[in-house]
């Protein structure tokens, strides 16, 4: 079903860039947005108005427990809870859900709760007929009370326009105890400081395991109020907390009652500073406006040319969702909530964020931003260093400034070295070498985290790789992954190394980097288990998974086996040279499809063969044929993902967003190329989508791809010039992009021998 949108144009123009005429061109790029997308399937988005980046998340919230719960709101659903504030982004866990608001009529149905109903008891239904999403504005008419709900935000504040019927029985639930996925509440509290102004805080123990957040609520209107407090036994016997306030007034037909909120991770003060700072009135129509303005700010930094809408559509969507994360964290005031769980006066003109998907963004969310805003991703990049310093050692996917220890490898050291070798370090370079050097290291002492993380944050397995040389697979879990990416990660390091003068290190690290080859299986040429006796581990299936408990990572053998991004050249001549490395490639695009295993990965999706676009380790192995000397293979295998991945449908997404990676790839694609490693200022080229894109970069300078005889069936490049050179190989440099210039490709519909 096709969403309906609301097509916001302000008065002021946006997106003005040079032409060859006198007229100034108008673009409206939050029309080509659909935040619908990604709210199927699995993607996990939500639609609720955002701003880039911003501190605050409010969004519908359609269900509560399930994988498909991660963000609250899943396009299948038929009703709504309410509307909270706080929500992650195409995740593949759950947190957050804070400060749920639900307008009522009549009587509020608020008892009576349990663990079964994915709808709390005043829920409404709803339909998308009478839905609308766009950048910074979202609408829905709720059945059950005939109220019109209306929501839009700045960074750290939300506003909402509900437009009552008539009925002297109106109100809000303001409910506290509500999360995503019922999460353990701590503690919590409501006060009401007049009859317009509410205000309160809570804690919650889940992914994050100490996650801390304030509010600061007030009414358009005078409110009576009943504050409800009670506890609901589960099967178990356990005791949960309920606590909500009920607010209750009378309504004229259509009265509009608006309602401002300002959320912040360090006290009430924090979110009622929020909120007089960044909306001091009641003036909903210029929060939506000021929205709609970043977000075509934002979205200009690219212009497409296409006849094709609905690519069009799919690209501006992307970039949208590149931008939702990592999210401020830094109240107007200047204080944020440190990674020591201390509060902290920072500058608020040097902001620190949270939500760090690392394991998923530095393959390309960071990298696109390298090209797109620099000084953004060093932003994120001086938040990282400062996180380090407050609790010891780089967060593994930092959630409101908590370690959850999720996931694998130490890729805030990516960030930092792309950063250094594109000319983009903005930061105290030897600073980031300690600080990456201790990642690297086995060590648990001096890290503020929960010891039930610790183990995780600080794996066992960065011992044995740095002691025994790898990781055997009988004394840690996901042993070949990770071992694959520490040799990366590392690989990261010998560059630092050397550019603080650390040979010594340099050499060590280099040498790290190379451990890679130990767990090739040449008999089976697959990378391996290994155990602490140096033998393979046994049975061996390819295709087996066991998520999260096995060798591998949200993967399979046939997956990691190609995750050697900064030695491609040494992964080519370890499977036997270009002609054997090919034909193990070709087969992982033609392998039958089928898993097996006691609990396969639901994160395997999307795929091809078994190369799996739906999940991140995959992402940049279509472009190792660029390496072989077979470009033309990559240009059709791109091609092919962008067609049988993308859609401009809330199913859209062939697996999790993942805080924008998943978009981050399709934007870098449809451009024409792709990092295969972050930290070597490379980009190998794939099969340009459009017929000519500008990339704006933030000097004043624009880079622009063309694509000549460009169509669906001529996917194949003929030939390409490089600011009038042409060019003989499929790869350009960083300084390439950031110099300005024109890349210009003909295109053909058959294979062609250009790049090799």
Not at 676 to 686: A, D, E, L, R
């Amino acid at each position: 079903m096709k969403m309906k949108k609301l097509i916001f144009v302000p008065l002021l123009a946006f997106g003005l860039f040079a032409c060859n005429t006198a007229e100034i061109a108008e673009t409206d790029y939050t029309s080509m947005v659909d935040p619908f997308i990604g709210t199927g399937g699995h993607g996990h988005t939500f639609p609720g108005p955002v701003v880039p980046n911003g501190m605050i998340q409010p969004s519908p919230d359609t269900r509560i427990d399930g994988w498909d719960a991660c963000s609250g709101y899943y396009y299948e659903d038929s009703s709504i809870n309410g509307f909270s504030h706080t929500h992650v982004s195409g995740t593949g866990c759950a947190d957050y859900g804070d400060i749920l608001i639900m307008p009522t009529v009549g009587e509020q149905d608020y008892k009576n709760q349990d663990l079964i109903s994915q709808s709390l008891p005043y829920a409404s239904s709803f339909s998308h007929e009478n839905e609308v999403a766009v950048p910074g504005y979202y609408s829905v008419f709720l059945d059950r009370y005939s109220v019109k709900a209306e929501l839009s935000s700045t960074k750290r504040a939300a506003i909402h326009r509900y437009t009552f019927p008539q009925s002297d029985n109106s109100g809000f639930i303001v409910d506290m105890d509500y999360s995503i996925q019922r999460q353990r509440n701590m503690d919590m509290n409501i006060d009401v400081l007049s009859d317009t102004e509410i205000c309160g805080y809570k804690t919650t123990k889940y992914w994050a395991f100490d996650q801390q957040i304030a509010f600061y609520a007030k009414f358009s209107k005078p409110f009576t109020y009943e504050i409800y407090t009670d506890t609901m036994t589960v099967n178990n016997g356990k005791k949960l907390p309920l606590y909500k306030a009920l607010l209750k007034f009378e309504t004229a037909k259509d009265e509009q009652i608006l309602v401002k909120v300002g959320v912040s991770a360090v006290d009430v003060e924090g979110a009622r500073k929020n909120v007089e700072a960044e909306i001091p009135e009641w003036d909903f129509e210029k929060v939506r406006t000021d929205a709609h303005n970043e977000w075509n700010k934002y979205l200009s930094k690219i212009d497409i040319k296409t006849a094709d809408a609905k690519n069009k559509e799919i690209f501006y969507t992307a970039l949208y969702h590149t931008a939702i994360s990592p999210n401020l964290f830094t109240d107007v005031d200047g204080r944020y909530l440190g990674m020591d769980l201390e509060v902290h006066q920072g500058n608020v003109d040097k902001p620190v964020y949270t939500i760090f998907s690392l394991w998923d963004t530095f393959r390309a969310l960071h990298p696109l931003l390298s090209i797109i805003d620099p000084k953004l991703n060093n932003d994120f990049i001086t938040s990282l260093l400062l996180k380090h310093k407050e609790g010891g050692v780089f967060p593994m996917w930092d959630l409101a400034s908590n370690y959850t220890g999720t996931m694998i490898g130490y890729h805030a050291v990516s960030l930092i070295a792309d950063a250094y070798t594109k000319g983009n370090a903005d930061f105290d370079l030897k600073e980031a070498y300690e600080a990456c050097l201790r990642a690297a290291e086995y060590d648990t002492t001096g890290i503020k985290c929960p010891a039930a993380v610790l183990p995780h944050l600080m794996p066992k397995a960065k011992y044995y790789k740095n002691t025994l040389g790898y990781v055997p697979c009988d004394k840690d879990n996901e042993s070949v992954a990770k071992a694959l990416e520490y040799a990366y990660n590392d690989y990261c390091i010998s560059i630092l190394a050397e550019a603080n003068n650390d040979m010594e290190n340099a050499e060590k690290y280099k040498d790290y980097s190379k451990a890679y080859q130990k767990y090739f299986d040449k008999s089976t040429r697959f990378m391996r288990g290994l155990d602490s006796k140096g033998k393979w581990r046994t049975p061996f299936n390819p295709r087996s998974s066991n998520h999260r408990n096995d060798d591998y990572c949200e993967g399979t053998a046939w997956q990691w086996t190609w995750f050697v991004p900064h030695d491609v050249d040494g992964l080519i001549e370890l499977m036997g040279g270009k002609t054997q490395f090919i034909e193990k490639l070709d087969s992982l695009f033609t392998a039958d499809s089928s898993l097996e295993g006691d609990l396969v990965s639901a994160d395997i999706t999307g795929l091809i063969g078994q190369y799996a676009h739906g999940n991140e380790p995959s992402h940049h192995i279509i472009h190792l044929y660029n390496y072989a000397d077979q470009p033309w293979k990559t240009q059709e295998l791109v091609d092919s993902v962008f067609h049988s991945q993308y859609f401009n449908a809330p199913d859209g997404l062939s697996g999790n967003e993942d805080c924008g990676q998943m978009s981050a790839w399709y934007i870098m694609n449809s451009i024409g190329f792709y990092q295969v490693c972050p930290g070597k200022p490379v980009y190998s080229i794939g099969r340009p989508l459009f017929d000519e894109v500008t990339v704006n970069l933030s000097d004043n300078k624009q880079f622009v791809v063309k694509a000549l005889n460009n169509s669906k069936e001529n996917k194949y490049i003929e030939k390409a010039v490089l600011n009038g050179v042409p060019l003989e190989k499929p790869f350009i440099s960083h300084e390439d992009i950031k110099n300005g210039g024109v890349l210009e490709f003909t295109m053909t519909s058959q294979p062609t021998k250009w790049g090799i």
